[in-house]
Protein backbone atom coordinates (compact mmCIF):
# COMPACT_ATOMS: atom_id res chain seq x y z
CA UNK A 1 0.00 0.00 0.00
CA UNK A 2 1.02 3.19 -1.32
CA UNK A 3 1.81 5.32 2.23
CA UNK A 4 2.86 8.59 0.13
CA UNK A 5 0.65 9.94 -2.03
CA UNK A 6 1.41 13.07 -4.29
CA UNK A 7 -1.26 15.36 -6.21
CA UNK A 8 -1.51 16.50 -8.26
CA UNK A 9 0.02 13.87 -10.72
CA UNK A 10 0.88 16.17 -12.92
CA UNK A 11 0.77 19.94 -13.49
CA UNK A 12 1.05 22.87 -16.06
CA UNK A 13 1.54 26.36 -15.21
CA UNK A 14 2.85 29.76 -17.25
CA UNK A 15 6.17 30.93 -16.68
CA UNK A 16 5.81 33.47 -13.78
CA UNK A 17 3.18 31.87 -11.88
CA UNK A 18 3.02 30.85 -8.76
CA UNK A 19 2.20 26.63 -7.91
CA UNK A 20 1.63 24.14 -4.85
CA UNK A 21 2.21 20.61 -4.79
CA UNK A 22 0.67 18.61 -1.85
CA UNK A 23 2.43 15.69 0.28
CA UNK A 24 -0.02 13.58 2.38
CA UNK A 25 1.19 10.07 4.29
CA UNK A 26 0.61 7.63 6.52
CA UNK A 27 4.14 6.64 7.26
CA UNK A 28 4.35 6.41 11.03
CA UNK A 29 6.48 7.80 12.79
CA UNK A 30 7.29 10.35 10.58
CA UNK A 31 10.72 11.42 11.47
CA UNK A 32 11.41 14.03 8.53
CA UNK A 33 10.10 14.92 5.08
CA UNK A 34 12.33 15.77 2.25
CA UNK A 35 11.56 17.16 -1.42
CA UNK A 36 13.57 16.67 -4.49
CA UNK A 37 13.74 17.64 -7.47
CA UNK A 38 14.49 15.67 -10.41
CA UNK A 39 15.37 16.22 -14.36
CA UNK A 40 14.29 14.11 -17.09
CA UNK A 41 17.02 11.77 -17.01
CA UNK A 42 19.12 12.59 -14.08
CA UNK A 43 18.74 12.05 -10.22
CA UNK A 44 17.33 13.43 -7.44
CA UNK A 45 18.33 16.81 -6.18
CA UNK A 46 17.82 17.50 -2.36
CA UNK A 47 15.25 20.62 -2.08
CA UNK A 48 14.50 20.48 1.37
CA UNK A 49 14.28 18.58 4.96
CA UNK A 50 11.50 18.94 7.42
CA UNK A 51 11.72 17.77 10.64
CA UNK A 52 9.44 19.50 13.28
CA UNK A 53 5.93 19.60 13.95
CA UNK A 54 4.42 23.07 11.64
CA UNK A 55 8.32 23.21 10.28
CA UNK A 56 8.79 25.89 7.36
CA UNK A 57 11.59 25.96 4.97
CA UNK A 58 12.66 28.37 2.53
CA UNK A 59 15.07 28.14 -0.28
CA UNK A 60 15.23 30.55 -2.57
CA UNK A 61 11.76 30.71 -4.42
CA UNK A 62 11.06 27.07 -3.43
CA UNK A 63 9.17 27.34 0.19
CA UNK A 64 7.48 24.08 2.11
CA UNK A 65 5.30 23.69 5.35
CA UNK A 66 4.78 20.21 7.07
CA UNK A 67 1.58 19.54 9.41
CA UNK A 68 2.78 16.41 11.28
CA UNK A 69 -0.47 15.91 13.03
CA UNK A 70 -2.27 15.84 9.35
CA UNK A 71 0.36 14.17 7.88
CA UNK A 72 0.66 16.53 5.26
CA UNK A 73 3.33 18.83 3.26
CA UNK A 74 3.61 21.22 0.79
CA UNK A 75 5.83 22.82 -1.86
CA UNK A 76 5.41 26.07 -3.08
CA UNK A 77 7.66 27.89 -5.86
CA UNK A 78 7.13 31.12 -6.90
CA UNK A 79 7.33 32.70 -9.82
CA UNK A 80 7.88 29.57 -11.48
CA UNK A 81 10.73 29.75 -14.59
CA UNK A 82 11.27 26.92 -17.29
CA UNK A 83 13.84 25.02 -15.34
CA UNK A 84 11.77 24.47 -13.17
CA UNK A 85 10.12 22.01 -15.22
CA UNK A 86 10.45 18.74 -13.35
CA UNK A 87 9.27 15.72 -11.07
CA UNK A 88 9.19 16.88 -7.60
CA UNK A 89 9.24 14.05 -5.05
CA UNK A 90 7.90 13.65 -0.87
CA UNK A 91 10.34 10.90 0.77
CA UNK A 92 9.25 10.35 4.26
CA UNK A 93 12.14 8.87 6.39
CA UNK A 94 10.70 6.91 9.59
CA UNK A 95 13.74 7.59 11.63
CA UNK A 96 16.59 9.81 11.98
CA UNK A 97 19.56 7.58 10.75
CA UNK A 98 20.22 5.51 8.27
CA UNK A 99 18.70 3.05 10.56
CA UNK A 100 15.02 4.25 9.04
CA UNK A 101 13.43 3.58 5.73
CA UNK A 102 12.64 6.38 3.13
CA UNK A 103 8.95 5.87 1.53
CA UNK A 104 8.71 7.48 -1.76
CA UNK A 105 6.17 9.12 -3.36
CA UNK A 106 5.36 8.57 -7.27
CA UNK A 107 5.80 12.68 -7.67
CA UNK A 108 4.40 15.28 -9.24
CA UNK A 109 5.52 16.32 -13.26
CA UNK A 110 5.35 20.04 -13.24
CA UNK A 111 5.63 21.42 -16.40
CA UNK A 112 6.31 24.95 -17.02
CA UNK A 113 5.22 26.70 -20.46
CA UNK A 114 6.53 29.87 -21.76
CA UNK B 1 33.12 18.45 -4.83
CA UNK B 2 30.63 16.64 -3.34
CA UNK B 3 29.48 13.68 -6.09
CA UNK B 4 27.81 10.03 -6.54
CA UNK B 5 28.64 8.72 -9.63
CA UNK B 6 26.76 5.98 -11.58
CA UNK B 7 28.54 3.73 -14.25
CA UNK B 8 26.99 2.67 -16.71
CA UNK B 9 24.51 5.13 -17.71
CA UNK B 10 22.71 3.35 -20.27
CA UNK B 11 23.15 -0.75 -20.99
CA UNK B 12 21.26 -2.85 -22.68
CA UNK B 13 20.94 -7.15 -21.63
CA UNK B 14 19.70 -10.00 -22.97
CA UNK B 15 17.72 -11.91 -20.46
CA UNK B 16 19.68 -14.40 -18.35
CA UNK B 17 23.04 -12.39 -18.95
CA UNK B 18 24.74 -11.03 -15.53
CA UNK B 19 24.57 -7.33 -15.00
CA UNK B 20 27.00 -5.53 -12.90
CA UNK B 21 25.95 -1.95 -11.80
CA UNK B 22 28.56 -0.04 -10.41
CA UNK B 23 28.71 2.97 -8.10
CA UNK B 24 30.96 5.25 -6.38
CA UNK B 25 30.86 8.34 -3.68
CA UNK B 26 33.73 10.60 -2.71
CA UNK B 27 32.69 11.72 0.86
CA UNK B 28 33.65 9.17 2.80
CA UNK B 29 29.96 8.21 3.37
CA UNK B 30 29.20 5.37 5.24
CA UNK B 31 25.55 4.33 4.23
CA UNK B 32 24.66 3.72 0.30
CA UNK B 33 21.45 2.58 -1.32
CA UNK B 34 20.25 0.89 -4.62
CA UNK B 35 16.75 1.88 -5.56
CA UNK B 36 14.69 1.31 -8.88
CA UNK B 37 12.45 3.86 -9.92
CA UNK B 38 9.57 2.49 -11.99
CA UNK B 39 6.91 4.62 -13.98
CA UNK B 40 4.10 6.07 -11.74
CA UNK B 41 5.76 3.99 -8.50
CA UNK B 42 8.16 5.80 -6.22
CA UNK B 43 11.46 4.48 -5.58
CA UNK B 44 11.87 1.37 -4.41
CA UNK B 45 14.79 0.00 -1.96
CA UNK B 46 16.80 -2.75 -3.39
CA UNK B 47 19.86 -3.09 -0.74
CA UNK B 48 21.00 -1.17 2.02
CA UNK B 49 25.14 -1.05 2.98
CA UNK B 50 25.96 0.75 5.85
CA UNK B 51 29.99 0.06 5.54
CA UNK B 52 32.15 -2.34 4.04
CA UNK B 53 30.82 -5.86 3.63
CA UNK B 54 27.75 -4.46 6.37
CA UNK B 55 24.46 -5.17 3.80
CA UNK B 56 20.91 -5.79 4.47
CA UNK B 57 18.10 -6.15 2.43
CA UNK B 58 15.80 -3.43 1.29
CA UNK B 59 12.20 -4.18 0.10
CA UNK B 60 12.76 -5.93 -2.70
CA UNK B 61 16.13 -7.48 -3.07
CA UNK B 62 15.16 -10.86 -4.96
CA UNK B 63 17.13 -11.24 -7.93
CA UNK B 64 19.61 -8.49 -7.19
CA UNK B 65 22.78 -9.23 -4.82
CA UNK B 66 25.47 -6.12 -3.79
CA UNK B 67 28.89 -6.05 -2.73
CA UNK B 68 30.72 -3.02 -0.79
CA UNK B 69 34.30 -4.08 -0.29
CA UNK B 70 35.51 -0.53 -0.38
CA UNK B 71 34.09 2.46 1.82
CA UNK B 72 33.55 4.49 -1.85
CA UNK B 73 31.89 1.36 -4.01
CA UNK B 74 28.88 -0.41 -4.04
CA UNK B 75 28.26 -2.63 -6.52
CA UNK B 76 24.80 -3.90 -7.99
CA UNK B 77 24.55 -7.40 -9.58
CA UNK B 78 21.85 -9.04 -11.13
CA UNK B 79 22.47 -12.90 -11.98
CA UNK B 80 20.38 -14.10 -15.07
CA UNK B 81 18.67 -11.03 -15.38
CA UNK B 82 15.08 -11.32 -15.98
CA UNK B 83 13.10 -8.92 -18.14
CA UNK B 84 11.15 -7.33 -15.52
CA UNK B 85 14.72 -5.64 -13.93
CA UNK B 86 14.05 -3.06 -16.73
CA UNK B 87 14.14 -0.05 -14.33
CA UNK B 88 16.34 2.97 -14.35
CA UNK B 89 18.64 2.11 -10.92
CA UNK B 90 19.94 4.66 -8.20
CA UNK B 91 22.25 5.08 -6.10
CA UNK B 92 22.70 7.52 -3.43
CA UNK B 93 24.73 8.09 -0.10
CA UNK B 94 24.41 9.52 3.17
CA UNK B 95 27.08 10.16 6.51
CA UNK B 96 24.91 7.58 8.10
CA UNK B 97 23.62 8.96 11.52
CA UNK B 98 21.27 11.34 11.41
CA UNK B 99 18.68 12.95 8.66
CA UNK B 100 21.17 14.62 6.42
CA UNK B 101 21.09 15.22 2.77
CA UNK B 102 20.97 12.33 0.77
CA UNK B 103 23.03 12.57 -2.71
CA UNK B 104 21.69 10.40 -5.62
CA UNK B 105 23.59 9.16 -8.61
CA UNK B 106 22.42 9.79 -12.34
CA UNK B 107 21.04 6.65 -12.56
CA UNK B 108 22.01 3.83 -14.66
CA UNK B 109 19.10 3.02 -17.31
CA UNK B 110 19.24 -1.04 -18.06
CA UNK B 111 16.72 -2.77 -20.52
CA UNK B 112 16.93 -6.40 -20.34
CA UNK B 113 15.76 -7.96 -23.73
Known amino acids: KTQVEQSPQSLVVRQGENCVLQ??????????LRWFKQDTGKGLVSLTV?????DKTSNGRYSATLDKDAKHSTLHITATLLDDTATYIC?????????????FGAGTQLIVIP | DMKVTQMPRYLIKRMGENVLLECGQD?????MYWYRQDPGLGLQLIYI???????SEGDIPKGYRVSRKKREHFSLILDSAKTNQTSVYFC????????????FGSGTRLTVL
Open chain 2, 92 to 103: ASTRGRTAETLY
Open chain 1, 23 to 32: CNYSVTPDNH
Open chain 1, 50 to 54: LVHEN
Open chain 1, 91 to 103: VVGDRGSALGRLH
Open chain 2, 27 to 31: MSHET
Open chain 2, 49 to 55: SYDVDSN
